[in-house]
């Protein structure tokens, strides 16, 4: 690999002259400082054209990198293609420093020279950085932390390294690991650039402070100091949308896409906006842009997949996940294309992807696996085989960071299998285990205090339900006011959630006291669960598994047509409305029961072999499997007197 020196003066020269044996859309694309073994300070950039191949003399399109010798002199090093351009003097750093970008052929319609400026002590770690950033971006997350955990081992001063290994793990469900890694980077940026600082403050502020107003603050003042930043218009768009403040969100990443129209990630981000706006139309013309810029990007099929999910178009859903699958097999949807089946009501298909995803899934994830497995299991009435399944999951893992979530995941399951079965006792013992691990472990990046009011409110909800089923209606009733004491510290995505928490929880107590009418009143103004169900969460968005306290309380007040429409209601998959709540068997089996009632014998008949259908596995003890086949042993009985005679 050659190597010329050349003055500040004579470097736009070259730097014309390369780029012009590169392509007319050659750019320098990446910039950091570096320090050679005698500890000598540089600085590296890379440049690259648009589009593959070689450009007319035969110098390969995608940049080299390179190590030079440069002795005790203190240098600028930039690094284009085949040839490295060595700048002498603070006269090379200013001209790759320039905010303005630098026109190298004269021609004001050609890309600009962009220049990035990372901190960071390695050329090796830098190189780790670059693919796991690329990694991260395409949606390949174990992928992507194998090299960010590579990139700070090679320099553990590495700030950008650690904040992107934050954001990876975060993503991947390990919430102790996550703030330790979020501290080492906020930590290691006081040494870097300013530029740098503030980026990481912002994060850094968002997601484990949970402060988005200062977060927005910090975003604001990169994009005063450094307007030609599209990434900074990116992050505050984000901070926007995950505060619900939807039209700023689209202002500012509208802003990042005049500086780059072909950003794929920020035509994604504006996409999900839309489709949190329930404006489908506009998320689907994002996402077909984006597909357009990176056809052979997973990522896009899958979010194109997730509008078709929210839209309730399930068969066009599995078509862009599969597609996804073809472009990267390892893109973990198995989860979702399984929680697909199961809406569908097609149970063993369902159990066959989750087995995929056990199969292909890293240990952290894996464990998710089986807990979705164990949903199920219990969801079709096998429920030996699920709580087996559970509590080996809380006692065989080993001491971890991974095991405890995954410990604490299994007891919530378990919480709400032995709330179902009537024992109560050991409901409260897993729903405390699960509650003790949540607040150790911190998910979602919010502080401490946060959390544990967070927290506090699901766990309030879940023993409140426990109190109703065993007559305790005042402690339910306490816990019902606490959840609205906690109402102005909840994580503003789950807000809705806790609000229908809190009226379903009262809805309970009221038919519990025989405030029938009040019961009915709450419970046809339930809040909606609608919007993005986020990934790893399809357990959660069916809690509580029975949904039908209002065809209970009409059952109870006497008004049986009523309690059927609403139990036909609930065993119907309504791409209109905003849930995508699995559909529960036991409510065939309930609403066979009121046909039978009416006397409306081929309806009940219907519905009693569908519950027994889906529930072919079942424990063939449990009470509505032998009541259901004694149910239409009569019935059937009953149709062929009528028949005889």
Not at 40 to 61: H, Q, Y
Not at 304 to 313: I, K, Q
Request: aromatic fraction near 12%; glycine fraction near 6%; hydrophobic fraction near 40%.
């Amino acid at each position: 690999m050659g190597s010329k020196t050349f003055r500040a003066s004579k470097a736009k020269q070259v730097l014309s002259q390369i780029c012009r044996e590169l392509g007319p859309d050659a750019t320098i694309i990446s910039h950091r400082k570096i320090r050679d073994s005698q500890g000598n300070f540089l600085v590296e950039a890379t440049a690259s054209p648009r589009t593959e191949g070689a450009g007319p003399s035969g110098i390969p399109r995608v940049a080299e990198k390179t190590r030079t010798s440069l002795g005790s002199k203190k240098l600028f090093v930039l690094a284009l293609a085949s040839v490295t351009l060595i700048i002498a003097g603070t006269a090379g750093w200013q001209l790759l420093s320039r905010k303005t970008p630098i026109n190298l052929e004269g021609n004001s319609d050609r890309a600009p020279m962009r220049i990035a400026d990372v901190t960071t002590n390695s050329w090796d770690a830098y190189n780790s950085y670059l693919k796991g950033k690329e990694r991260y971006d395409a949606a390949r997350l174990e992928d992507a932390r194998e090299f960010f955990e590579k990139a700070v081992e090679l320099d553990p001063g590495f700030p950008l390294g650690h904040l992107y290994l934050a954001l990876t793990i975060m993503r991947t469900d390990d919430g102790a690991k996550t703030r330790e890694v979020f501290e080492k980077a906020k930590s290691l940026s006081v040494r870097s650039s300013e530029k740098e600082r503030l980026f990481i403050d912002a994060v850094y502020t968002r997601l484990i402070e949970n402060d988005y107003e200062r977060s927005s603050r910090l975003l604001t003042k990169l994009i005063r100091d450094y307007p030609e930043e599209k990434d900074h218009y990116f992050q505050l768009g984000v901070v926007y949308s995950m505060a619900g403040l939807f039209y700023q969100a689209i202002d500012e990443f509208n802003k990042a896409l005049e500086l780059d129209p072909q950003d794929a990630k920020t035509l994604n981000a504006l996409g999900l906006t839309y489709l949190s706006m329930k404006n489908r139309g506009k998320a689907i013309e994002c996402f077909k842009k984006q597909l357009s810029i990176s056809p052979r990007n997973a990522e896009t099929f899958q979010t194109l997949a997730s509008t078709s999910f929210e839209m309730g178009e399930l068969d066009e859903a599995l078509s862009n996940y599969e597609k996804a699958l073809e472009i990267d097999p390892e893109f973990l949807v198995y989860g979702r294309v399984s929680y697909i089946y199961a809406l569908k009501e097609h149970y063993t298909e369902a159990l066959r992807w989750i087995d995929r995803y056990i199969a292909t899934a890293p240990p952290l994830r894996n464990i998710w696996g089986y807990q979705v497995k164990s949903f199920y299991c219990y969801w079709t009435g096998q429920w030996n085989r699920s709580t087996s399944m559970l509590v080996s999951l809380t006692e065989d893992l080993k001491d971890t960071v991974e095991s405890r979530k995954g410990r604490g995941d299994a007891s919530w399951m378990l919480g709400w299998i032995f709330l179902d079965r009537g024992e109560f006792e050991l409901s409260r013992k897993y729903f405390a285990s699960w509650f003790n691990t949540a607040l150790e472990l911190f998910p979602w990046g919010v502080t401490a205090e946060a959390s544990k009011k967070h927290f506090a409110a699901w766990y309030d909800f879940y023993l409140g339900l426990v109190d109703v089923k065993q007559g305790e209606i005042g402690s339910a009733r306490s816990r019902l006011v606490e959840i609205g004491s906690l109402m102005p510290y909840l994580i503003p995505r789950f807000k809705n959630m806790i609000l229908f928490y809190y009226d379903f929880l009262q809805a309970e107590i009221f038919l519990a006291e025989g405030s029938i009418e009040k019961a009915i009143a709450i419970s046809q103004n339930l809040t909606p669960l609608g919007g993005i169900i986020y990934p790893d969460m399809e357990v959660l968005h069916n809690v509580p598994f029975f949904k039908d306290v209002l065809a209970r309380a009409y059952r109870q007040n006497g008004e049986i047509d009523k309690a059927i429409a609403e139990y036909e209601r609930l065993i119907v998959l309504d791409p209109q409305r905003e849930e995508r709540y699995l559909i529960h068997p036991v409510n065939y089996y309930r609403l066979a029961e009121l046909y039978e009632q009416k006397g409306m014998m081929s309806e009940a008949a219907a519905h009693f072999e569908r519950f027994l259908n889906l529930w072919h596995d079942a424990d063939p003890d449990l009470p509505e499997i032998i009541e259901a086949k004694k149910r239409l042993s009569r019935i059937s009985a009953i149709s062929r007197r009528g028949t005889s005679s």
